[in-house]
C-alpha cells in the first residue's frame, strides 16, 4: 500500500510558479514511477508530467512541456512538480500516482494509487 499526500496548490496569477509536492508513505517509494494528472472541471483527468523509478526518466504532455518540471527525492519519499509561467487554461486539481511496473508511464489507468488532489487556480 502506497498513501499520497499532495500540497503546494493555491491562486496565483497568470505567468507566475508554483511548486507542488506529493509526500509517499512506505519505504518502497523508490520503486515506483510517479505521475502528475489533472482534472479541470468538467473534463477527463488528463496526463501531465512522470518519472519512471528506474533512471528517473521523465515525460510531459505537450501542453506543460518547457513549463513545468517532474523530479524525485527518493530519500524524502517525495515528488514535486515545478509550474513555470501558468497560464489560466492550467486551472484543475492536481493529483499525484503511483505506478509499480511503469510501463507506460503516461497512461492513467496504469496507476494503482492517487492522491486526494490539490487545487490550482490560475487568475488572468
Known amino acids: 500500500q502506497v498513501q499520497l499526500v499532495e500540497s503546494g496548490g493555491g491562486l496565483v496569477q497568470a505567468g507566475g510558479s508554483l511548486r507542488l509536492s506529493c509526500a509517499a508513505s512506505?519505504?518502497?517509494?523508490?520503486?515506483?514511477?510517479m505521475g502528475w494528472f489533472r482534472q479541470a472541471s468538467g473534463q477527463e483527468r488528463e496526463f501531465v508530467a512522470s518519472?519512471?523509478?528506474?533512471?528517473?526518466?521523465?515525460y510531459y504532455s505537450d501542453s506543460v512541456k518547457g513549463r513545468f518540471t517532474v523530479s524525485r527525492d527518493n530519500a524524502k519519499n517525495t515528488v514535486y512538480l515545478q509550474m513555470n509561467s501558468l497560464k489560466p487554461e492550467d486551472t484543475a486539481v492536481y493529483y499525484c500516482?503511483?505506478?509499480?511496473?511503469?510501463?507506460?508511464?503516461?497512461?492513467?489507468?496504469?496507476?494503482?494509487?492517487w492522491g486526494q488532489g490539490t487545487q490550482v487556480t490560475v487568475s488572468s
Open positions: 512506505g519505504r518502497t517509494f523508490s520503486r515506483y514511477t
Open positions: 500516482a503511483a505506478d509499480y511496473l511503469g510501463l507506460r508511464p503516461s497512461v492513467k489507468d496504469e496507476y494503482e494509487y
Open positions: 518519472i519512471t523509478r528506474r533512471d528517473s526518466s521523465t
